[in-house]
Nanobody, 127 residues
Framework: QVQLVESGGGSVQAGGSLRLSCAAS????????MAWFRQAPGKEREGVAS????????GYADSVKGRFTISQDNPKNTLYLQMNNLKPEDTAMYYC????????????????????WGQGTQVTVSS
């Protein structure tokens, strides 16, 4: 059973930066897709970025390209999301998610492709 614990959220002003972390444990497969999602009040959960744990191929939502960077520290089983130039519309609860994957899989940003989820960390960006 994979367990995911997010941290690093907080309140910042527009233009600021935050780095989210997701500590993972309980891996039983050799490869996983991991991703960050976010959900603002009254809105559906949306994918932000994804990464394959073995080949490190990444993907981003258009809304965050050039501002957010997903990365991983495999020895520490930790996923990161570096968020720069934050905007008020980035305000949301951010979730880490994981799913076992083949070693060449494309990692999507669709919620239904992920089985394991963290509890979330809140990001608030003020104008």
């Amino acid at each position: 059973q994979v367990q995911l614990v997010e941290s690093g959220g907080g309140s910042v002003q527009a233009g600021g930066s935050l780095r989210l972390s997701c500590a993972a444990s309980g891996y039983t497969y050799s490869s996983y897709c991991m991703a960050w999602f976010r959900q603002a009040p009254g809105k559906e959960r949306e994918g932000v970025a994804s990464i394959h744990t073995t080949i490190s191929r990444t993907g981003y939502a258009d809304s965050v390209k050039g501002r957010f960077t997903i990365s991983q520290d495999n020895p520490k089983n930790t996923l990161y999301l570096q968020m720069n130039n934050l905007k008020p519309e980035d305000t949301a609860m951010y979730y880490c998610a994981a799913n076992p994957a083949s070693w060449r899989a494309y990692c999507s940003q669709r919620t239904y492709d992920y089985v394991y989820w963290g509890q979330g960390t809140q990001v608030t960006v003020s104008s």
